[in-house]
């Protein structure tokens, strides 16, 4: 009786154990080092590299759009992930404004890039997420799966919205894959609780075929590498399955987004993260992903490799000669680093890397810290 009371006791704090040791308390802002500049980089081989480029982001921090993206495509990386902005390419009843992605999928094929179109419609890739214009869905009810059936309205409009972006840019010889929703069928974090249904994203998904059916259809979904993240995430989207299992059902390239560091709330002068870099099981979602692929002969990209703190805040802070906890300069080649390898060992190729957050490297270069770009510039020049 004594073993078994102690093995159950054993059994039930295995995920309390797993759970203090991905919780760090941390001072938000660390001195920068230069940890990044002996960084081993792992070689990509066939993996393509590659940044996104988010508008929303540029206009909260600043920046002047064409400039940064133009310094930005002077490195030597292949792939380039650009978001038709629903709101604001319809800012208003009637009116379709594309001009701002015209000109960046003009930028980008004049620089020689591959092109990944984020078509939408509602999610998008960058903050709120969200980019429905209000005259067409001022809100979405909480708490709810937003079907086919009961939204055919706003589905109807998704999918114009899809068609007309796709039948705009086609005929781009650099356009490689057109991406259908963000994280589709995930709750909003903490700010939404409503998601898209499956059926929903596979009329989306439908119409971007049908418009294009030459070119394959991309969809991404967030990795759960962390307990209370992976847990959570199972909960809420147990019905249907989560974004990765959606995107393995109705797309032909799944992107992976891989974030293991980040804050969950401000504690005074510190704050509480989530880290998962210790955690023995972190990847074993994307292993079985691999076997998946691999087995049925299917495409994988990160579509989101972490390169820019995700701190408790919106938009990221840019500290003088410091750097957030959550994604120092050595990170971005630490967090490539690991899935590169990791795709290695399970003798699996990943189509492409893309690395978030090249619109917060712009800003600390614009602080005087170039640590970021000069880390990319060591992974995209090869070890």
Not at 331 to 346: K, T, W
């Amino acid at each position: 009786m004594k073993l078994r009371v102690g093995l159950g006791i054993g059994l039930a704090s295995v995920p309390a154990l797993l759970l203090a040791s991905e919780l760090r308390i941390k001072r938000p802002t660390q001195p920068l080092t230069n940890a990044w500049r002996d960084a081993r980089i792992e070689s990509r081989g066939p993996t393509l590299l590659g940044i996104s480029y988010r508008s929303p982001q540029i206009d909260a921090f600043g920046l002047d759009p064409r400039s940064t993206f133009s310094a930005l495509l002077d490195y030597p990386f292949e792939v380039v992930r650009l978001g038709a902005y629903w709101n604001r390419i319809e800012p208003a009843p009637g009116v379709f404004e594309p001009r701002e992605l015209d000109w960046q999928v003009e930028a980008a094929e004049r620089a020689g890039k591959q092109i990944i179109v984020c078509v939408g419609a509602l999610k998008t890739f960058g903050y709120p997420e969200f980019f429905a214009p209000r005259h067409v869905v001022p809100s979405l009810p909480e708490n709810t799966r937003i079907g086919a059936s009961e939204y055919g309205v706003l589905l109807s409009a998704a999918c114009e919205f899809i068609e007309r972006i796709v039948d705009r840019y086609k005929h781009s010889s650099r356009i490689v894959a057109w991406q259908v929703e963000h994280e589709a069928v995930d709750p909003l974090g903490m700010e939404h609780s409503w998601r898209l249904d499956a059926g929903f994203v596979e009329r989306e998904v439908q119409a971007a075929r049908e418009a294009d059916p030459s070119r394959p259809i991309l969809m991404n979904g967030y990795l759960p590498v962390s307990l209370p993240v992976r847990l959570s995430q199972w909960w809420q989207t147990r019905d249907q399955g989560d974004s990765l299992a959606v995107a393995q059902r109705l797309a032909d390239v799944v992107g992976v987004d891989f974030y293991p560091r980040h804050a969950l709330l401000s504690l005074g002068p510190s704050s509480l993260y989530l880290d998962s870099s210790r955690s023995p099981w972190r990847l074993r979602r994307l292993d079985q992903l691999f076997a998946w692929a691999r087995r049925n002969g299917k495409r994988v990209i990160i579509s989101e490799g972490q390169a820019e703190p995700w701190e408790a805040v919106t938009v990221p802070p840019n500290p003088a000669a410091h750097t957030p906890y959550s994604c120092p300069p050595e990170m971005l080649i630490d967090n490539y680093n690991q899935c590169v390898r990791h795709a290695r060992r399970a003798q699996f190729s990943l189509d492409a890397y893309l690395f978030w957050g090249a619109e917060y490297w712009m800003v600390r270069q614009r602080a005087g810290d170039t640590s970021y770009l000069q880390a990319f510039a060591r992974v995209v020049n090869g070890p």
